[in-house]
């Protein structure tokens, strides 16, 4: 579970079916993404960093899925 984004989406206090829809997705995808079952491009991270007020790698942690860890 994407644990961040998770504490973001319920401290908002926004019904998440509403973030979703200011997203431009569906809440079923949004959920993928708390779930870690799907990762969100880099528009939708963009966009939901925006809406909860928080940086993009504050949500989606270098090395969650989707990411590649810097090689040594």
């Known amino acids: ?8 989406l319920v401290a908002r206090g926004v ?8 997203v431009g997705i569906s809440p079923n995808k ?3 993404f708390v779930m870690e079952i ?3 491009n880099e528009q939708e991270k963009k966009v939901l960093s ?3 007020d928080k940086k993009v790698r504050e ?3 270098e ?7 810097n090689a040594p």
């Open 1 to 8: 579970m994407n644990l961040p984004l998770k504490i973001a």
């Open 15 to 22: 019904p998440s079916y509403i973030t979703a829809k200011e």
């Open 30 to 32: 949004l959920s993928r």
């Open 38 to 40: 799907s990762c969100p």
């Open 50 to 52: 925006k809406i909860l």
């Open 59 to 61: 949500l989606f942690p």
């Open 63 to 69: 090395g969650k899925l989707g990411e590649t860890r």
